[in-house]
């Protein structure tokens, strides 16, 4: 009841932050979202926007942990269309964590980042997804919970989890 009432307030917000009339759900009433929406802040979200030639883009780090002590770290860029359907991607792996220098994933965020064209940090909002690569299954990825709501997660590492309403573009980590 608690999450249900702070999701209102947080549509309720992103709607009169953004300057909208009405909350926009962007999805059926008992399925996922069509769109969620990224919002660039100083906590999780730094790397997502427009490029010149119009494409939406999310880089970021993410991780696959494979049991045990053991995660994989990758950074990521995913690049959309206008209407935020994933068009191209590139994940590369950085290693396993604890066994490669520690500024390796800064440094392969930077090089993603270089690869931009003009990026522009700005709010997007994109179609779930997912992609195969390196045998793990990456994307924002929709699920339904216990409780019977529907929250995406950022995978394979679960690092990000967007619930309702999409508009607003609320998460945890």
């Known amino acids: 009841m608690i999450l249900r009432r702070r999701q209102l307030i947080a549509g309720m917000l992103g ?17 996922p979202p069509e769109k ?4 660039p802040d100083q906590l999780r979200i730094s790397n997502v926007g427009r490029l010149g030639n119009g494409r939406l883009f999310f880089v970021d780090a993410q991780v696959d942990p494979l049991g045990g002590n053991l995660t ?18 590139w994940i590369e792996f950085v290693g396993e964590r604890n066994a490669y220098p520690e500024l390796n994933l800064a440094a392969a ?10 990026p522009v940090i700005t709010d997007i909002r994109v179609r779930p997804f997912r992609v195969e690569s390196e045998g793990a299954v990456f994307g924002l990825i929709p699920r339904r919970t216990r409780d019977g709501d ?22 945890d980590t």
Not at 36 to 39: E, G, M, P, W
Not at 72 to 89: I, K, M, P, Q, S
Not at 153 to 166: A, H, I, K, R, V
């Open 15 to 31: 709607a009169l932050l953004c300057g909208q009339r009405s909350l926009r759900l962007d999805a059926p009433a008992d399925g």
């Open 150 to 171: 529907w929250r995406v997660e950022f995978m394979p590492g679960d690092t990000l989890s967007f619930y309702p309403p999409w508009d607003a573009g609320g998460y």
């Open 72 to 89: 994989n770290d990758y950074a990521c860029t995913f690049l959309f269309d206008t209407d935020g359907r994933l068009v191209e991607h």
């Open 109 to 118: 965020i930077d090089r993603h980042l270089a690869a931009l064209n003009d």
């Open 36 to 39: 969620i929406r990224l919002i």
